[in-house]
Nanobody, 122 residues
């Protein structure tokens, strides 16, 4: 089992920044990739950013466009979010995948955190 606990969400004005963290514990030696996903009200969950457990490779959703940076250090995966927009408002989830895949399909992620709310005001 892998336990994931997110933190760092909150309310921020448009153009501001937030840093989300995901603390991973348990059998983390089996984790291949970690990902951040988000779900806005009334919308489907979507991929935001991902990273291999080693930190060697990173992946981003098309909408990120250089605004977000994912990193992994000491079993904590962070998502630095800059230039936030109101449309970034969502619950952000951390997830872990044990398979050797970098597709970051929602259905293939093995473990999920409970999420942290990010609200961006205009």
């Amino acid at each position: 089992q892998v336990q994931l606990v997110e933190s760092g969400g909150g309310l921020v004005q448009a153009g501001g920044s937030l840093r989300l963290s995901c603390a991973a514990s348990g059998r983390t030696f089996g984790v291949y990739v970690m990902g951040w996903f988000r779900q806005a009200p009334g919308k489907e969950r979507e991929f935001v950013a991902g990273i291999t457990w080693s930190g060697a490779s990173t992946f981003y959703g098309d909408f990120v466009k250089g605004r977000f940076t994912i990193s992994n250090a000491k079993n904590t995966v962070s998502l630095q979010m800059n230039s936030l927009k109101p449309e970034d408002t969502a619950v952000y989830y951390c997830a872990a995948d044990l398979s050797r895949s970098v597709e970051f399909r929602i259905s293939s992620m093995d473990y999920w955190g409970t999420g942290t709310l990010v609200s961006v005001s205009s």
